[in-house]
Nanobody, 124 residues
Framework: QVQLVESGGGLVQAGGSLRLSCAAS????????MGWSRQAPGKEREVVAA????????YYATSVKGRFTISRDNTKNTVYLQMNSLKPEDTAVYSC?????????????????WGQGTQVTVSS
């Protein structure tokens, strides 16, 4: 079973950048596809970015495409989310998630393991 710990959230002005990190432990990291999801108050959780076991296949939600970049380092058991040109509507709790499969998924329900989440707040 994999354990996930996020870091890197915080408060940033619109147009700014943040980099989230998610450190995994307890399992063979390269056996897991990974994703970043977010949930804002009153809204459903959505997967904003995901990648397969190698990082060679990626997915981005339309709302973040061109601004966010997901990547992974299998030697460091870590997945990253680089967020640029942040907007107030990006404000949410961001969580990383692991799926015990090699291929990525765009739906939260296919991820079995979740981190505790980190708050991202973008001020206007």
């Amino acid at each position: 079973q994999v354990q996930l710990v996020e870091s890197g959230g915080g408060l940033v002005q619109a147009g700014g950048s943040l980099r989230l990190s998610c450190a995994a432990s307890g399992a063979t990291f390269r056996n897991y596809a990974m994703g970043w999801s977010r949930q804002a108050p009153g809204k459903e959780r959505e997967v904003v970015a995901a990648l397969n076991w190698s990082g060679g296949s990626t997915y981005y939600a339309t709302s973040v495409k061109g601004r966010f970049t997901i990547s992974r380092d299998n030697t460091k058991n870590t997945v990253y989310l680089q967020m640029n040109s942040l907007k107030p509507e990006d404000t949410a709790v961001y969580s990383c998630a692991a799926r015990n499969a090699l291929g990525l998924s765009t739906t939260p329900y296919e991820y079995a393991y979740w981190g505790q989440g980190t708050q991202v707040t973008v001020s206007s």
